[in-house]
């Protein structure tokens, strides 16, 4: 069974643009996470999505949205990049909307900001 | 909010040793608490993960424990080999309500 995969791998975006992640679950899984690790730092929680509807926000700026559709699948969008935007995004996905279940994470999105 | 503390930053293991990685967290109401292992380049790998009314829980070489009157847990790796370098993350359930809040993460080199 394929994991949950996550698109594009790498992406380089100048200041001020905007960009769009996409994440597949796992087969059958319902919910979907997106956190942001800065190099050096543990992941930080930007959203979760359960059954198409926002569960969870983060406190990230409104420049960052999320959406999840009728298939599982899920974007996260940042507008307005700033510098500090450059981190590896995860996107994580579990069964339940629950969060004390198994979570489990794609490879990640390397976003650099220049 | 949760807080979820992480100690040592690095460890260094000679093969074959055991490695102990301890978590505090400050949220009493937290009840479930993974592990995950991140290799470079690679997205989190969950390994091991508890429950609150769990004190103990073991797979194979890897064991986790829990204190919930101390709030702290731990990670114990026996036999280290040298692919069991990585970063590894302890996690606790959020006070968002629908998130993990993460460790800083602990970088463990395994020496041969």
């Known amino acids: 069974d394929a994991g949950v995969t996550q698109s594009p791998t790498h992406l380089i975006k100048t200041r001020g643009q905007h960009v769009t992640l996409r994440c597949s679950p796992i087969?059958?899984?319902?919910?979907v996470s997106w956190y942001q690790q800065v190099l050096g730092q543990g992941p930080q929680f930007i959203f979760q999505?359960?059954?198409?509807?926002?569960?969870g926000r983060g406190n990230f700026p409104d420049r960052f949205s999320a959406r999840q559709f009728p298939n599982y699948s899920s974007e996260l969008n940042v507008n307005a990049l700033l510098l500090g935007d450059s981190a590896l995004y995860l996107c994580?996905?579990?069964?339940?909307?629950?969060?004390?279940?198994?979570?489990?994470f794609g490879q990640g999105t390397r976003l650099t900001v220049v | 909010g949760e807080n979820v503390e992480q100690h040592p930053s690095t460890l260094s293991v000679q093969e074959g040793d055991s490695a102990v990685i301890k978590c505090t967290y400050s949220?009493?109401?937290?009840?479930?608490f993974p592990w995950y292992k991140q290799e470079l380049g690679k997205g989190p790998q969950l390994i091991i993960d508890?429950?609150?009314?769990?004190g103990e829980k073991k797979d194979q070489r890897i064991a986790v424990t829990l204190n919930k009157t101390a709030k702290h847990f731990s990670l114990h790796i026996t036999e280290t080999q040298p692919e069991d370098s990585a970063v590894y993350f302890c996690?606790?359930?959020?006070?968002?309500?629908?998130?993990?809040?993460f460790g800083p993460g602990t970088r463990l080199s395994v020496l041969p």
């Open positions: 994580a996905s579990s069964f339940q909307g629950a969060v004390n279940t198994e979570a489990f």
């Open positions: 087969s059958g899984h319902k919910s």
């Open positions: 999505y359960y059954e198409k509807e926002e569960r």
């Open positions: 949220d009493s109401a937290s009840n479930y």
């Open positions: 508890i429950r609150s009314n769990v």
């Open positions: 996690a606790a359930i959020g006070n968002y309500g629908q998130n993990f809040v």
